[in-house]
């Protein structure tokens, strides 16, 4: 009986916890992270936005309602891309359009970036941050408002499609205080003291035929900071395989752009387990398939100067070939960093 009465207490203890003390998984946050839009020409991306506060508004309160900023980073292609392809992955430029929409308590706001996006029409692609502001003031005054979850549709005319989650990042300070960057309008600064530091490192799975893309962010420095990656990979054997990389701004490009090591031809020629990946059931794996680790080793100035010597990143895994359609956010460590900025001069 006494045993009774102490599962009894304890599961009344639970009980009367918060629901977001038990949550798990992704949770709602003051600033969303879209890792990909397609604007314009054969490509439509659809950007959903809840506002999950309840909180009635009054004659002399917003209640529950927030201002959510829409900033679209328009990248750039590089046009010497076609004769390096490297240069792909260093836009010449990443230019932000952004918008304010009003979002009453429980309210929801689903956009065609084609039309939301002003320089959408003629075919832009990069990232959306979307943060909750406060209302009574001017555009770029961030606050605390961790009630905001959202994702997104892409779609192309060649019948891609696929669906992501936003990334959220959580404000620390208390609900409906300013959360910018030593006050200053427009700077968000992730680095545990107004908002949730980034994860350290990212990771994901892949198979080889499939081609998939990556798209990954820099949140280190401003558009003009160039960001070494590393990459750890393993293929189905645990057999360790490496790859460097360096970017500026935003890219979604396929695997095999990023290294040579990702493609099937390049992986069947390493000792793999024979029996991954059996596709046909007769015993023996047809397809190669691994997983990484992908960090930052540092930041640079253009020129060659070390701006720091850890950055931050996000990404996902978009479409790959046309028989593979799909998409996700890429797995996030443990382990934190405090570089994370967006909009830094």
């Not at 304890?10 to 839009?37: M, N, Q, T, W, Y």
């Not at 529950?64 to 900023?69: C, F, L």
Request: with cysteine; net charge negative.
């Amino acid at each position: 009986m006494k045993a009774l009465t102490c599962l009894a207490t304890a599961a009344l203890a639970v009980a009367s916890l918060a629901p977001e003390v038990l949550a798990d998984g992704r949770k709602p946050g003051s600033v969303l992270i879209f890792p990909v839009h397609r604007s314009g020409g054969v490509w439509f991306t659809i950007l959903n936005v809840s506002n999950t506060s309840t909180a009635p508004s009054t004659p002399i309160s917003f209640g529950g309602g927030t201002n959510a900023h829409f900033e679209y980073v328009n990248v750039q292609a590089n046009p010497n891309a076609a004769v390096n392809p490297l240069d792909k992955f260093m836009p010449v430029g990443c230019t932000i359009f952004d918008r304010v929409e009003y979002l009453t308590p429980a309210d929801h706001i689903s956009v065609l970036t084609t039309c939301h996006n002003a320089f959408g029409g003629p075919g832009q692609e990069g990232y959306v941050v979307v943060s909750a502001e406060d209302p009574s003031l001017a555009m770029g005054n961030a606050w605390s408002h961790n009630y905001l979850i959202g994702s997104e549709i892409v779609m192309s005319g060649l019948g891609v499609t696929y669906m992501l989650n936003a990334f959220p990042i959580a404000a620390n300070a208390g609900e409906h205080t300013p959360t910018v960057a030593g006050g200053a309008p427009f700077h968000l600064a992730f680095d545990g003291g107004n908002y949730e530091q980034l994860p350290d490192y990212l990771m994901t799975d892949f198979i080889g035929a499939a081609n998939s893309q990556l798209a990954l962010i820099n949140l280190t420095g401003g558009p003009g900071i160039e960001n070494t990656l590393f990459f750890e990979v393993y293929n189905d054997n645990e057999l360790p395989l490496s790859a460097t990389l360096r970017f500026r701004c935003w890219f979604d490009c396929p695997l095999s752009s990023v290294s040579p090591l990702f493609t099937e031809a390049n992986l069947d020629n390493f000792p793999n387990d024979p029996q991954e990946l059996d596709i046909d059931c007769d015993g023996t794996g047809d397809l190669e398939t691994g997983w990484f680790r992908v960090r930052s080793t540092g930041t640079w100035f253009a020129g060659g100067q070390q701006h720091s010597n850890d950055g931050a990143i996000l990404g996902s895994i978009t479409a790959g070939h046309a028989s593979v359609r799909g998409g996700h956010l890429l797995w996030e460590s443990d382990a934190l960093q405090g570089n994370g900025t967006f909009r830094l001069p």
